[in-house]
């Protein structure tokens, strides 16, 4: 499957953006989707997960109550509403997916994601 993420740019503090990928190639609702961000000189890591039923959810700590996933099985898209942007959501986002035959999967580990999109920036302003 090949994704292609979009709605990155610069915001300012409390701002609010949403990132979307798109997914082509393979059936997306064969894929758990995940969110992930690096910041700079900072390693990869987890954002948040949708299962490929949409059921369950997990968010990062430092995330949580702010941010939310979402997925359109019939757009073949995954979507991350950001609200009350900080500067430390400063990164490059990106999606992947994780093929997976459980309705119910998710994963925080990047090692279980075969499929990553190329990354869009997000810049937070204080």
């Known amino acids: 499957v090949q994704l292609v993420e979009s709605g990155g740019g610069l915001v300012q503090t409390g701002d609010s953006l949403t990132l979307s990928c798109a997914a082509s190639?393979?059936?997306?609702?064969?894929?758990?989707m995940g969110w992930f961000r690096q910041a700079p000189g900072k390693e990869r890591e987890f954002v948040t997960v949708?299962?490929?039923?949409?059921?369950?959810?997990y968010y990062s700590s430092a995330v949580k109550g702010r941010f939310t996933i979402s997925r359109d099985n019939a757009k073949n898209t995954v979507y991350l509403q950001m609200n009350s942007l900080k500067p430390e959501d400063t990164a490059v986002y990106y999606c992947?997916?994780?093929?997976?035959?459980?309705?119910?999967?998710?994963?925080?580990?990047?090692?279980?994601?075969?499929?990553w999109g190329q990354g869009t920036q997000v810049t937070v302003s204080s």
């Open positions: 992947a997916a994780a093929r997976n035959p459980f309705g119910d999967f998710v994963s925080t580990n990047t090692n279980v994601y075969g499929h």
């Open positions: 190639g393979r059936t997306f609702s064969d894929y758990a």
């Open positions: 949708i299962s490929r039923n949409g059921r369950t959810i």
